[in-house]
């Protein structure tokens, strides 16, 4: 059974950090490409950041700068870490699995970022 959990959400104020982290299971987490997407009030789901197997990464344009993606293959793990956080930024944030191929794609629960201005 494949679960991937999402923790670290919360409230924090304009300008403040969190570090999101995702731990996988049931997959063979070191072959997989790992993302981060998000979903704000009455907006589409877009996709944040990503993380190959091979580490390269790459971001949305309006977190580039202030948000790190990260796997640490040990633990079977990736991790967001945000800073300078926007009001905007505030969504459900999930982590995604993706292998490619025929194989299908996984998703978390979501976690909860919530900007106070």
């Known amino acids: 059974q494949v679960q991937l959990v999402e923790s670290g959400g919360g409230l924090v104020q304009a300008g403040g950090s969190l570090r999101l982290s995702c731990v996988a299971s049931g997959i063979i987490f070191s072959i997989n490409n790992m993302g981060w997407y998000r979903q704000g009030p009455g907006k589409q789901r877009e996709l944040v950041a990503r993380?190959?197997?091979?580490?390269?990464?790459n971001y949305t344009d309006s977190v580039k700068g202030r948000f790190t993606i990260s796997r640490d293959n040990a633990k079977n793990t990736v991790y967001l870490q945000m800073n300078s956080l926007k009001p905007e930024d505030t969504a459900v944030y999930y982590c995604t699995s993706h292998r490619g191929g025929t194989w299908r794609d996984y998703w978390g629960q979501g976690t909860q970022v919530t900007v106070s201005s």
């Open positions: 993380i190959t197997s091979g580490g390269s990464t």
